[in-house]
Structures are given as structure tokens and as C-alpha cells.
């Protein structure tokens, strides 16, 4: 755990917005987490990386750590990490190499295995490389699941149900990113463990989402009243202990520092198939980890303390 400070002075540099089909809920994230800052005692800034005038602030400005709230391509890839660390700024989350690979859902699933955390059997669809649909429902059947291998928010998901439907699924998918990943569908209650801490991890009371329609898309997750958030989940405790040891392992394997969370599909058979691990999860009002820290006794600006504790600790090292 991090040593104890004093927030008023500590100035903290919010980055949030961003270019990426994410920029919409990366700012209402940074606004969330400003206000929850300010509250505990935080000097704050809020700058836009998309911008080059920000760009020029956060170079020249005296910042003692920077708290990350951008979502997707260019925030959560481990490209403005990278940037962080050449400039020597301290930031909320995971390094370069644990934010890239975390996006990559592909390589992600490789680890995952290698830690014995079940996830979906899944083939890569890129321009070049286009795998015929009687080979992916041969493989994985004829409901499955399209998504970009490296965006979040649900953008570009489709849950196809017939050969019928896939081909058109994949075009559209297309638009969204240029490297495709078909899953094998899973049915089951959708389960979302937040982890927070570096060397120690701990994982937060385990969500259970109930989306008001059939899948928890773009509009369940942002929209108010688009889903239910059931935390603690409604979950016997040995199943529950077994999945939050699990979302502990995704973020130790994959490298993970201060906070993550992974998604979940518990079928009927008790097993949890992990489909993917966020490193820069919402701060919205309607978000997930600030959901469970609540349930855990956890206030929103205590846990944006805690995670910039997790931050200025990783950066000692």
C-alpha cells in the first residue's frame, strides 16, 4: 500500500479527451474524476492530449503526477505512457507494455491461457488475411461474436446469430478497426472485478450487469438506466472467491499496476470465461470501479487518492 500524503500539495494533471472513437466518455471520465479530486483536497488541471496547445502546458507545467481518464487508441495502448515516461511524469495505471498488450485482446487471450484463466475460443479477421465464414462457423459455430481486437466501450460489437448474419457483422466491424476478432458466444451473467494496487492486488465486490437490452452495448453502459449494477453480485461465495481470484491473476499476468478490470461471462456450468481487462477503466457517473469501491467503503475521491498513491509508489521504483 502507498505511503499516506497530503493531497493540497500534490497538483494533479487530469488527461482526458483524446482523438479516438472513445473521446465522449474519456471527457465525462475526466470530469468525474476532477470533481472527485477537487473534493479531496487536489490541485487540478484538466488538458485534452488532442490538443497541441495542451500538449505545450502539460510539457512546460510544474505536475506532480498525471491521472489518466483517456479511453482507447492513443490513452489506453501505452502511447501517451510512453510519452509520460520520456517526459518523467508520474500517471495513474499501467506501463507501456501491460497497456499494450491489455488492449490487444489476441495477445491478452495468450496470457490468460498461460495463467489457466479460462476465456472464449476466438479467430482473428484482418483485410489481408480474410477468413471465410464457413471456416469461422465451422470452428466456432454459427453464433459468435465480432468485435475489434483493440477498441473498447462495446464499439463496433456484434453478437451474430446465423452464417447469414456474419459476413455483414465482419464489413460493418470493418469501419471500426482493421483487425477483427470472432469469438465463440458464450451465454451466461456478465460479471465485471474490478483490482486495484501494484505488487499487492486486491479485487474489489465483483458487479453483476444486467443490460435493459440484449447485450451490454455502447448505450447499456453510458446511457442512464441502460443497465443494472447488482454489486456484491448475486454469486455463492466459493464462485465469487474463485472469479476474483481470477481477475487478480488477469492483472498480474498481464502486467497490470493500480487499477484494472476485467470482464466476465459465468455460464451455466459455474465456468467464468474472461473476455477482456480494461487498465484505464470509466469514471463516469454510471462507471464500474468507482461502482464497486463504493460497495467495498470506498468514497470516489478516496479511490482516485488511492490510485494516485498506486501512481507516485510505481513511480519510486
Not at 492513443?74 to 510519452?83: L, R
Not at 482473428?124 to 465464414?133: A, I, K, N
Not at 464457413?134 to 463496433?156: D, F, H, M, W, Y
Request: glycine share 10%.
Amino acid at each position: 500500500m502507498f505511503e499516506s500524503f497530503d493531497p493540497s500539495s500534490c497538483k494533479v494533471v487530469i488527461l482526458a479527451g483524446g482523438s479516438s472513437g472513445e473521446r465522449e466518455i474519456s471527457l465525462a471520465s475526466g470530469e468525474g474524476a476532477r470533481s472527485a479530486l477537487v473534493e479531496a483536497g487536489f490541485e487540478v488541471s484538466v488538458l485534452d492530449p488532442a490538443n497541441r496547445g495542451d500538449l505545450e502546458v502539460l510539457l512546460g507545467g510544474s505536475f506532480d503526477v498525471a491521472f489518466l481518464c483517456l479511453h482507447g487508441k492513443g490513452g489506453e495502448d501505452g502511447s501517451i505512457q510512453g510519452f509520460l515516461e520520456t517526459i518523467g511524469l508520474p500517471y495513474t495505471g499501467s506501463g507501456v507494455w501491460a497497456s499494450a498488450l491489455a488492449i490487444d485482446k489476441e495477445k491478452a487471450k495468450v496470457f490468460y491461457r498461460a495463467a489457466g484463466i479460462p476465456t472464449p475460443e476466438s479467430l482473428v479477421v484482418t483485410r489481408d488475411e480474410l477468413v471465410s465464414v464457413a471456416q469461422i462457423v465451422a470452428e466456432l459455430g454459427e453464433r459468435c461474436v465480432v468485435k475489434p481486437n483493440t477498441e473498447g466501450s462495446s464499439l463496433g460489437v456484434f453478437i451474430v446469430e446465423s452464417a447469414e448474419e456474419l459476413e455483414g457483422a465482419i464489413d460493418q466491424a470493418f469501419q471500426v478497426g482493421e483487425r477483427l476478432l470472432v469469438e465463440r458466444y458464450v451465454k451466461g451473467t456478465e460479471l465485471t472485478v474490478a483490482v486495484v494496487g501494484n505488487d499487492d492486488p486486491t479485487a474489489l465486490p465483483i458487479i453483476e450487469i444486467i443490460p435493459q437490452s440484449a447485450s451490454y452495448d455502447f448505450e447499456s453502459k453510458y446511457a442512464p438506466g441502460g443497465s443494472q449494477h447488482i454489486c456484491p453480485a448475486r454469486l455463492p461465495e466459493d464462485i465469487a472467491a474463485r472469479i476474483r481470484e481470477q481477475a487478480v491473476a488477469a492483472h498480474r499476468v498481464l502486467g497490470c499496476a493500480g487499477m484494472s478490470r476485467s470482464d466476465f461471462l459465468l455460464d451455466e456450468d459455474g465456468v467464468a470465461w474472461i473476455l477482456e481487462t480494461n487498465t484505464i477503466p470509466g469514471m463516469t457517473a454510471t462507471s464500474l470501479l468507482p461502482d464497486a469501491a463504493r460497495a467495498a467503503g470506498i468514497s470516489f475521491p478516496d479511490l482516485c487518492t488511492q490510485l494516485i498513491g498506486f501512481a507516485l509508489e510505481d513511480a519510486r521504483r
